[in-house]
């Protein structure tokens, strides 16, 4: 009796978890903050500011709290090395798991969430670029990371979010003028903060 009590249990686990999955779609906008590129010998390098902009689709299984989130962002970014610009145009596809906060006095108002996942870059358009007296500057045409990131759900229809998205291998290559050795590889990590609107 109790092995049947314990399998209608889990049946109706199974049965009621999509009968209360909430799946939502929404448009996602942000700003990516580039950190200063590693491992440069020396050169004067910076990161510099650009943006995302894509749809997003959110999973969740509102009494456990948790979810998935997947993103299809088009996205800018770039560094400043010896005082020239070279910007990344790039497809990223972040995916999340997510737990959301539904705290009983703010969650008609708040939802506090954190987040973390991989992130999957694919270059576009140009990738290379020439500094004078300095050398060739070159991203890599695709690049895995990792995001950690926090938020929050307001009003059930805008979602805020800060992200800090860490390259788990070399984002760029230097080729200086006149070197016979290796290539100076550097990754670049990235703070990043959205909104997103919620359908």
């Not at 737990?99 to 539904?102: K, N």
């Not at 991989?118 to 007296?133: M, Y």
């Given at each position: 009796m109790k092995r049947l009590l314990g399998l209608f249990f889990v049946i109706s686990l199974f049965v009621a978890i999509p009968a209360q999955a909430q799946f939502k779609f929404g448009v996602?906008?942000?700003?990516?903050?580039?950190?200063?590129?590693?491992?440069?010998?020396?050169?004067?390098?910076?990161?510099?500011t650009g943006?995302?902009?894509?749809?997003?689709?959110?999973?969740?299984?509102?009494?456990?709290g948790?979810?998935?989130?997947?993103?299809?962002?088009?996205?800018?970014?770039?560094?400043?090395?010896?005082g020239e610009t070279i910007n990344k145009n790039s497809i990223e596809i972040p995916v999340y798991l997510r737990?959301?906060?539904?705290l009983p006095l703010i969650s008609k108002v708040a939802v506090p969430f954190v987040a973390v996942g991989?992130?999957?870059?694919?270059?576009?358009?140009?990738?290379?670029?020439?500094?004078?007296?300095v050398g060739e500057f070159e991203y890599k045409k695709s690049n895995l990371s990792l995001n950690l990131g926090l938020g929050a759900i307001l009003l059930s229809k805008l979602q805020v979010h800060v992200n800090y998205n860490i390259a788990l291998g070399e984002t760029?290559?230097?080729?200086?003028?006149?070197?016979?050795g290796d290539a100076l590889d550097s990754k670049t990590n990235t703070w990043q903060i959205s909104a997103a609107y919620l359908f």
């Open positions: 996602k906008a942000g700003a990516n903050l580039a950190e200063k590129p590693s491992d440069l010998s020396g050169l004067s390098a910076e990161g510099t943006f995302f902009v894509g749809p997003m689709a959110k999973f969740t299984i509102p009494v456990l948790l979810g998935l989130e997947a993103d299809v962002l088009y996205s800018r970014t770039g560094a400043e090395v010896a737990y959301d906060f539904a991989p992130q999957f870059g694919f270059a576009i358009g140009s990738l290379d670029e020439t500094i004078a007296n760029s290559e230097l080729s200086p003028i006149g070197s016979i």
